[in-house]
């Protein structure tokens, strides 16, 4: 089976613009999960998707978005972009809703806002 | 926010000795997991302690799970250089439905030397 893949891998935007980044789940996973990772605040939840209905979210600004498709693939929105967005944005799927299952992985997308 | 505290914060070891990672949390949980990072990559599931379970083993590695001490620790034994890795603990609570969270601690950063 196929893992989770995150794309792109790095991303390099100017703070104000916005930003999508695109996850694909292990086949027949349904719930996606968003989190993100800097030196400062370690890993931070974002939010979570499962059947294309958002969860679960964290205490992210509304500048933070997300959806889900019907395959399961989820999208990630960051607009009006800031420096402290700069971070590494990790994608994660499992088989089911809530936190009782093992999370999987992606490798992440790397983005630097300059 | 942080829900896990791990110790100690980096660790160096020589090949072959044993690693010992702690993991203080502050509410209840439902279940505890562990989690291995290489560097600028994903995160890579180890084991899931469920609430009512004191130990559980996978290979080289051990988890203990104490809930009444709120503290969970991962022993990696004979340690290999392959083992160096960020390694996490996640806490997972849940209500229902949007109130399931997985939360992850501050990570201990473990340096095998061959």
């Known amino acids: 089976k196929a893992g989770v893949t995150q794309t792109p891998r790095y991303l390099i935007k100017t703070r104000g613009q916005q930003v999508t980044l695109s996850c694909s789940p292990i086949?027949?996973?349904?719930?996606v999960s968003w989190y993100q990772q800097t030196p400062g605040q370690g890993l931070q939840f974002l939010f979570e998707?499962?059947?294309?209905?958002?969860?679960n979210k964290g205490n992210f600004p509304g500048r933070f978005s997300g959806r889900q498709f019907s395959n399961s693939r989820s999208e990630m929105n960051v607009s009006t972009l800031e420096l402290g967005d700069s971070a590494l944005y990790l994608c994660?799927?499992?088989?089911?809703?809530?936190?009782?299952?093992?999370?999987?992985f992606g490798n992440g997308t790397r983005l630097t806002v300059t | 926010s942080q829900q896990g505290e791990e110790d100690p914060q980096a660790l160096s070891i020589q090949e072959g000795e044993n690693a010992t990672m702690n993991c203080s949390y502050k509410?209840?949980?439902?279940?505890l997991q562990w989690y291995r990072q290489n560097s600028g990559r994903g995160l890579v599931h180890l084991i899931l302690i469920r609430s009512n379970e004191r130990e559980k083993h996978s290979g080289r590695l051990r988890v203990t799970l104490d809930t009444s001490k709120k503290s969970s620790s991962l022993l990696i034994t004979a340690s290999r250089a392959a083992d160096t890795a960020s390694y996490f603990c996640a806490t997972a609570t849940w209500g229902g439905g949007a109130t399931n969270k997985l939360i992850f601690g501050t990570g201990t950063l473990l340096a095998v030397q061959p």
């Open positions: 509410t209840s949980i439902n279940n």
């Open positions: 994660a799927s499992s088989l089911d809703t809530g936190v009782g299952s093992p999370l999987h």
């Open positions: 086949s027949g996973h349904r719930s």
């Open positions: 998707y499962f059947s294309e209905t958002q969860r």
